[in-house]
């Protein structure tokens, strides 16, 4: 008999109780999820999150005092094993954007269907990228703007190594990690990313698996 699988935590930050309530409640009903804080604005989250350390954080953009944001510039998610889903009422692209560019792996709008909120958290707690059809447009658009002055280049000119290194980026794993299932150090894999950015002219972690994800550079099986 197999094991089952732990339950994956979630840190929720909102501002508002009786949105709160409700993601608590629809996030009970999923076994396979278990709410281990709350908070009301920026400040409480940051606390929250170095002291229970879940593996997602559901991220409210507008908070007074201190907005999803500013919590997104202020805590350094690549040092954290927690990924963040950010909630949005509103349909900012510029936000949104920022949002990514800061670390958070998915937006799901608050209008959204409940099923979509549950489909985002066990997809990026996998390591993917979770954005809607017309977002996933919207922020490749953007990305793509943001790198104008570097021309993309096509992937054959990718060795076999930095293919394997596209393919780990775009599953969310981190250069240590990397490293661990490479068989090689981090400050290899750093170098390998270097090159990579170089060959297809994008400039951060985030692009680049986005790039993979829009031309095929990743396996999907």
Known sequence: MSKQRPA???LIADDHAVFRDGLRK????????????????????????????????????????????????????????????????????????????LGARGVV??????????KSIHHVHAGEIWLDNRMTAEVMEA?????EAGSRREKHLLSEREKEIVQLVAQGFRNKEIGEKLFISEATVKNHLHNIFDKLGVSDRLELALHAIHHGLIKTD
Request: hydrophobic share 45%.
């Open 8 to 10: 994956i935590t979630v």
């Open 26 to 101: 629809l996030l009970d009903a999923d076994q396979g999820v278990t709410i281990v804080g709350e908070a009301q604005n920026g400040e409480e989250c940051i606390q929250l999150l170095a002291k229970l350390k879940p593996d997602i954080l559901l991220l409210d953009l507008r908070m007074p005092d201190k907005s999803g944001l500013a919590v997104l510039e202020e805590v350094n998610f690549d040092t954290l094993l927690t990924r963040v889903v950010v909630l949005t009422a509103a349909e900012d692209d510029r936000d949104v954007f920022r949002a990514m560019r």
């Open 109 to 118: 709008l608050k209008q959204s269907a409940t099923d979509l909120l549950v």
């Open 143 to 147: 990305f793509s703007k943001s790198s």
